[in-house]
C-alpha cells in the first residue's frame, strides 16, 4: 500500500524534520515496514554532503547476515582511501549508525566518477551526495527513524518521504525510499504504486550506463529521470515523458534543490491529496498527513489523472 508525502515552503525556513516526520508518522498504517526522508536544508554552499551506508539494518529473522562492526570500519577505511584517491578532501566525517556515515567532501570534478569509486567498496551505497539534500533511509516507523538520526533537528524549505509495505522486495534499507537521482546532486524520488514495465526500462537504462542499486520497480523513476536531464530535459518535462513511458499506476514525488514536483498516472489509480496556499504546498497520500500541520478547516483537492506539477521555493 505504501504511503507518500511531501511539503514545500515558499520563502521560509522551517523545522523541516520534524513537520515530515510528523505526516509520515500518520501514514503509519499504509507503511510499517521502513521509512525514508529526503530533506532539503541549509546546505552546504561550497561542499558536497554524502550520506552513505556500508551494510545493512535488516528485520529480525531475515536470512540475510548481519556483519560485525570490524566489517563496516574496513569498509569505512576503503571508502575514505578512495575518496582521497579522486582528489577529494574529507572535511567532516559522523558515524551515525554502525552501518551508516554522514560526510563534508570537498569535490570539484566529475559525480559519476566519484560515486562509481566510492561504491565500488563491497555493500557500499551512496544514499545521497548534494549540497542540500539529507536522504535518510531506514528500517521502522518515522518516530523511530527520526529519532535514530536526529531529524527532527534539521531545518529546510521543503521534503519529501515515504512509508513503506514490502510487498515484492525485502524490508532493507536498499529497497527503501526516497531513492537519489544518482548521478545528479540534490535530486530524490519517492513513489507509490507499481510499474509493468520495469525490466524492460531498467535494461534500457543499463546500457546507457545508469546504476541500479535495487530490483525495487520505484527506484526506475528515480533512475528515469537523472537519465533524462542527464540529456538536457528540465525536470517538468522529463517527468511528463515518463507519464507516456513508464506503464503502469503510479503517483511519485521529485525534489531537487530548489523545486518539488508531483506526477500522475492516466488511470490516477493512486491516491493523493493536495494542498496549496501562497507560502505553503503540501501533499499526502492521506489528509490526514496535511493534518497535522494545518489541523484548522482547508480546502484540499485530488490532483487530476495524467497531471504533473512543479512548485520552486
Avoid at 47 to 53: A, E, G, L
Avoid at 269 to 293: C, F, H, N, Q
Wanted: charged fraction near 30%.
Amino acid at each position: 500500500m505504501c504511503g507518500i508525502a511531501g511539503l514545500i515552503h515558499k520563502g521560509k525556513t522551517v523545522n523541516i524534520g520534524k513537520e515530515l516526520q510528523d505526516m509520515l508518522q500518520a501514514l503509519k498504517h499504509r507503511g510499517p515496514d521502513s521509512t525514508g526522508y529526503a530533506l532539503y536544508g541549509e546546505g552546504n554552499r561550497d561542499n558536497y554532503i554524502m550520506r552513505f551506508k556500508v551494510g545493512e539494518n535488516v528485520k529480525e529473522g531475515s536470512s540475510a547476515v548481519n556483519e560485525d562492526k570490524s566489517v563496516y570500519d574496513s569498509r569505512k577505511k576503503q571508502v575514505d582511501k578512495h575518496i582521497r584517491d579522486l582528489g577529494a578532501d574529507i572535511l567532516k566525517d559522523e558515524q551515525l549508525t554502525p552501518y551508516s556515515f554522514r560526510y563534508i567532501v570537498k569535490y570539484d570534478k566529475d559525480l559519476m566518477e566519484f560515486s562509481k569509486k566510492v561504491e565500488s567498496v563491497k555493500m557500499t551505497e551512496i544514499l545521497s551526495l548534494g549540497k542540500s539534500l539529507e536522504l535518510v533511509k531506514d528500517i521502522g516507523d518515522a518516530n523511530t527513524v527520526s529519532k535514530q538520526y536526529g531529524l527532527d533537528k534539521i531545518k529546510g524549505t521543503h521534503a519529501i518521504g515515504h512509508s513503506r509495505m514490502a510487498t515484492e522486495t525485502g524490508v532493507d534499507i536498499r529497497s527503501a525510499h526516497p531513492f537519489w537521482g544518482y548521478p545528479f546532486s540534490d535530486v530524490s524520488v519517492v513513489h507509490n504504486g507499481q510499474l509493468t514495465n520495469y525490466w524492460n526500462n531498467r535494461r534500457a537504462l543499463e546500457n546507457k550506463g545508469m546504476r541500479f542499486m535495487s530490483e525495487c520497480d520505484s527506484e526506475l523513476i528515480a533512475v528515469y529521470i537523472a537519465s533524462k536531464m542527464r540529456s538536457g530535459a528540465s525536470l517538468k518535462d522529463g517527468m511528463q515523458d515518463s507519464l507516456k513511458e513508464l506503464d503502469g499506476v503510479f503517483t511519485y514525488l521529485v525534489a531537487t534543490k530548489d523545486s518539488l514536483g508531483m506526477a500522475k498516472d492516466t488511470m490516477a489509480a493512486k491516491p493523493m491529496v493536495l494542498y496549496e496556499s501562497d507560502d505553503l504546498v503540501a501533499m499526502g497520500s492521506e489528509e490526514i498527513a496535511i493534518r497535522t500541520l494545518l489541523p484548522q478547516e482547508i480546502d484540499t483537492h485530488d490532483p487530476y489523472d495524467g497531471e504533473v506539477k512543479v512548485w520552486q521555493i
